[in-house]
């Protein structure tokens, strides 16, 4: 189903959870793939879309990722772009990331390197004027699983 069939939506959240950095990028691929206009293009009504990452990251693996550099950044910019989102007004990104720290583990122990610029991002978003652009993320240091937050 093609986002343009539903045209009383008006507004959309999309929450996906990724246990691994490989997933991070796959999910955000996906996110990208529902927001492709069809073929020929159609207008989709959404005003409002809220995108909702949770991503477990691995300490000495997935921190030292340049997350902010990774393709799918701007084809997610492309598509938020595209004149189907005639009706676009406000965006809202939040990503959660969940670093599994044993309880051994002291804060000195590690460091986070998790970091982001919206307007790295997604730069061609963060300047519409009349889009309304709002970027969080959370760094989530804890002993517990991801799946209990």
Same mark, same amino acid.
């Given at each position: 189903?093609? &986002?343009s069939?539903?045209?009383? +939506?008006? /507004?959309?959240?999309?929450?996906?959870?990724? $246990? =691994?950095?490989?997933r991070? *990028? #796959?999910?955000?691929k996906?996110?990208?793939?529902?927001?492709?206009?069809?073929?020929?293009p159609?207008?989709?009504?959404?005003?409002?879309?809220?995108?909702?990452?949770?991503?477990?990251?691995?300490?000495?693996?997935?921190?030292?990722?340049?997350?902010?550099? &990774?393709?799918?950044?701007?084809? +997610?910019? /492309?598509?938020?772009?595209?004149?189907?989102? $005639? =009706?676009?007004?406000?965006? *809202? #990104?939040?990503?959660?990331?969940?670093?599994?720290?044993?309880?051994?583990?002291?804060?000195?122990?590690?460091?986070?390197?998790?970091?982001?610029?919206?307007?790295?991002?997604?730069?061609?978003?963060?300047?519409?004027?009349?889009?309304?652009?709002?970027?969080?993320?959370?760094?989530?240091?804890?002993?517990?699983?991801?799946?209990?937050?």
């Open positions: 189903m093609q &986002l069939q539903l045209t009383s +939506l008006r /507004n959309l959240k999309i929450t996906s959870n990724a $246990f =691994n950095f490989e991070f *990028d #796959l999910n955000k996906a996110v990208c793939q529902l927001l492709s206009p069809s073929l020929p159609s207008p989709i009504g959404i005003r409002f879309l809220s995108i909702e990452l949770n991503v477990r990251m691995l300490l000495q693996i997935d921190s030292a990722h340049p997350i902010n550099t &990774l393709p799918a950044w701007s084809e +997610l910019d /492309n598509v938020l772009m595209e004149a189907s989102f $005639f =009706n676009m007004q406000y965006v *809202d #990104l939040d990503f959660q990331f969940f670093f599994y720290i044993p309880p051994s583990t002291t804060p000195e122990d590690w460091q986070s390197r998790v970091a982001f610029e919206d307007a790295r991002i997604l730069p061609l978003l963060s300047t519409h004027p009349s889009i309304q652009f709002h970027f969080k993320t959370n760094t989530i240091c804890t002993p517990q699983v991801m799946d209990s937050y």
